[in-house]
């Protein structure tokens, strides 16, 4: 089914205004590079440069970024395509993230069109999803969690393609847009071959008994996982490695059938079990979010809490009124989260980040059921003791501190409006004798929640998350940089004891032109006794051990590097002349 023109121009605008507000001031939150990023980052600029890897490797299947830890392709060949036309830069790096999450938003546009038979579910649907908590965060870092989604949304868009029109071509682009999604990021390893299997069901429910649909839903996956799996075999420590870092236990070492008795077992499976269960805990959902600051501000939870309520309505929509496409929304919600029940980590939204463009469509079919369903009881009967009670509390409160205090607080305002905002609301929805009222009301509390989440964005969670993205090493390093510059011979000193530091210089010194700095370079236990009489400039941390080496080696202080809470970071020093 061609687009008319104004679909086309919506998905273009959709997509521009999501890419602006992903994008908007990228070199300010999140405050610094976390080391993940750092890794991608110098793997994407170094295939752009030479389609080698940092370790000679030719355009490699997966990436070795250090010892026991290997990478999936995608983010960085997507990544190298930008560095192209991009300056290296903390900003530029984040760009590509910011495109795919602006890709999900027009996949689910599309999706909606097909879905609802409604350009205003559709777009609401977009809006939806670029507003929702977790993707707008992990959409602006140079991390793969985000890049499995688009994958799994073309499915879904083929799989609503092939329903309307049985086009063998919608399943083969469907299995196809999977195979290429196996590789986006380790937990898709699980959610792409279900999704493929899920295919393979409808057919069969649906009553399909031609061969033709069965071998275009599954040919083109196993022809592409096949092949990424066999390059993958050629290096038979990534398949070590990634046993050791995702393995369950004691299935992480051992033969394969060791490993996989030790998968299956019932101590396991009881605990992904519980595991799973706890991916639905409404707390975590709608209040709290994500464990990891990373990936959550902890103010909102995995989506807005308004959402509840569109997304119960919607679950009772879809079970109401069953279909084949809302059945498939409904298993991809649910089947996304299983790969992150995989690993014994509890509410790593990351892992299940898929799951997200599945709920929210599940709350556009609930906004459509309250739009459309008809009321037949008194709303305002119902609230409006809820609605008194909550105003007279308001006032009350306010009469005592302006008697106590002599001024009016500002705590009871939010009370008395949400009190005077649900009497309106009841006594609208009653005089239209329809529910839509309660979903207009539901989604100007989703856009108020939003705006407070971006306002806590923007401000207190960038100091809140500053220390997960590796504190202010840029500031030092960038310090160095200027101290010494390319002719200068003198050896530097970085602590070891700061993770990940060679990675930092050789992204910094890639990104001012110095391609000699981290040769001269050297990363020194600084705090083990001896005095490295070898090297002339240090940067350390700001503990005791980092104060007695500087003591014990007579060095002088260059520059203080401090964090965004002015709390000391990294100290540069040099010997005195």
Same mark, same amino acid.
């Given at each position: 089914m061609r687009q008319p023109p104004s679909n086309v121009w919506l998905a273009g605008g959709l997509a521009l205004g999501t890419l602006i507000l992903y994008s908007w001031r990228l070199d300010v939150v999140p405050a610094f590079l976390k080391?993940?990023?750092?890794?991608?980052?110098?793997?994407? &600029?170094?295939?752009?440069?030479?389609? &080698?890897?940092?370790?000679?490797?030719?355009?490699?299947? !997966?990436?070795?970024?250090?010892?026991?830890?290997?990478?999936?392709?995608?983010?960085?060949?997507?990544?190298?395509?930008?560095?192209?036309?991009?300056?290296?830069?903390?900003?530029?790096?984040?760009?590509?993230?910011?495109?795919? *999450?602006?890709?999900?938003?027009?996949?689910?546009?599309? $999706?909606?069109?097909?879905?609802? +038979?409604?350009?205003?579910?559709a777009v609401l649907g977009a809006v939806l999803l670029a507003t929702t908590p977790p993707h707008f965060i992990l959409g602006r870092v140079v991390m793969d969690y985000i890049y499995p989604v688009p994958f799994a949304l073309g499915w879904l868009l083929a799989m609503l393609v092939y329903l309307e029109t049985h086009s063998l071509r919608a399943l083969v682009i469907g299995s196809a847009l999977l195979g290429v999604g196996f590789f986006s990021y380790i937990a898709a390893a699980g959610l792409m071959p279900g999704l493929a299997l899920f295919t393979m069901?409808?057919?069969?429910?649906?009553?399909?008994?031609?061969?033709?649909?069965?071998?275009?839903?599954?040919?083109?996956?196993?022809?592409?996982? *096949?092949?990424?799996?066999?390059?993958?075999?050629?290096?038979?420590?990534?398949?070590?490695?990634?046993?050791?870092?995702? @393995?369950? @236990?004691?299935?992480?070492?051992?033969?394969?059938?060791?490993?996989?008795?030790?998968?299956?077992? =019932?101590?396991?499976?009881?605990? +992904?079990?519980?595991?799973?269960?706890?991916?639905?805990?409404?707390?975590?959902? /709608?209040f709290s979010g994500g464990s990891n600051p990373v990936d959550s501000t902890r103010t909102v939870g995995v989506y807005l809490l308004p959402l509840a309520a569109f997304m119960a309505a919607g679950l009772y929509s879809i079970v109401r009124r069953p279909t084949i496409a809302g059945w498939i929304v409904l298993f991809g /919600?649910?089947?996304?989260?299983?790969?992150?029940?995989?690993?014994?980590?509890?509410?790593?939204?990351?892992?299940?980040?898929?799951?997200?463009?599945?709920?929210?469509? $599940?709350?556009?079919?609930?906004?459509?059921?309250?739009?459309?369903? +008809?009321?037949?009881?008194?709303?305002?009967?119902?609230?409006?003791?809820?609605?008194?009670?909550?105003?007279?509390?308001?006032?009350?409160?306010?009469? !005592?501190?302006? @008697?106590?205090?002599?001024?009016?607080?500002?705590?009871?305002a939010p009370l008395l409006i949400a009190s005077v905002g649900l009497y309106a609301t009841a006594r609208w929805s009653d005089r239209l004798r329809t529910w839509a009222p309660v979903a207009?009301?539901?989604?100007?509390?989703?856009?108020?929640?939003?705006?407070?989440?971006?306002?806590? =964005?923007?401000?207190?969670?960038?100091?809140?998350?500053?220390?997960? /993205?590796?504190?202010?090493?840029? *500031?030092?390093?960038?310090?160095?940089?200027r101290l010494s510059p390319a002719d200068d011979a003198r050896v530097i000193a970085v602590s070891n004891e700061i993770p990940f530091a060679n990675y930092y210089v050789r992204l910094y010194a890639a990104q001012h032109g110095r391609a000699d700095f981290p040769q001269r370079v050297r990363y020194l236990a600084l705090t083990s006794g001896a005095a490295h009489d070898d090297a002339d400039l240090f940067v350390t941390g700001n503990d005791l051990d980092d104060a007695e080496f500087r003591e014990r080696a007579k060095l002088e202080t260059v520059a203080t590097i401090h964090n965004l809470d002015q709390t000391i970071a990294f100290v540069v020093s040099q010997r005195p002349d």
């Open positions: 080391y993940e990023e750092v890794f991608f980052a110098l793997e994407s &600029h170094a295939i752009a440069n030479s389609l &080698h890897d940092t370790n000679g490797r030719l355009l490699p299947m !997966y990436f070795q970024v250090y010892e026991n830890a290997w990478y999936q392709p995608l983010l960085v060949y997507w990544g190298a395509l930008f560095r192209l036309v991009l300056p290296l830069s903390d900003a530029a790096v984040r760009v590509p993230t910011a495109v795919v *999450g602006a890709i999900d938003v027009v996949l689910i546009y599309a $999706i909606g069109l097909r879905l609802f +038979r409604d350009r205003r579910w069901g409808t057919l069969y429910f649906k009553g399909q008994r031609a061969w033709r649909p069965y071998a275009a839903a599954i040919v083109p996956f196993a022809a592409i996982t *096949g092949l990424g799996l066999w390059l993958a075999l050629q290096s038979p420590e990534y398949v070590q490695a990634t046993m050791d870092r995702y @393995g369950p @236990g004691r299935a992480a070492v051992g033969d394969p059938f060791q490993r996989l008795r030790e998968l299956l077992n =019932y101590t396991n499976l009881s605990a +992904r079990a519980a595991l799973f269960s706890e991916y639905f805990n409404w707390g975590y959902l /709608f /919600f649910v089947y996304s989260v299983v790969p992150a029940a995989t690993i014994m980590e509890r509410y790593a939204v990351d892992r299940h980040l898929t799951s997200l463009p599945f709920g929210v469509l $599940i709350a556009v079919f609930g906004v459509r059921l309250l739009w459309s369903h +008809r009321q037949d009881y008194s709303l305002t009967r119902l609230v409006t003791p809820i609605a008194a009670a909550g105003a007279a509390i308001a006032l009350l409160y306010a009469t !005592y501190t302006l @008697g106590t205090r002599g001024q009016l607080s500002q705590s009871p207009v009301t539901l989604l100007l509390l989703t856009a108020a929640q939003f705006l407070y989440f971006l306002n806590d =964005y923007y401000g207190d969670y960038r100091l809140r998350s500053a220390p997960n /993205f590796a504190s202010n090493l840029r *500031g030092a390093i960038e310090q160095l940089l």
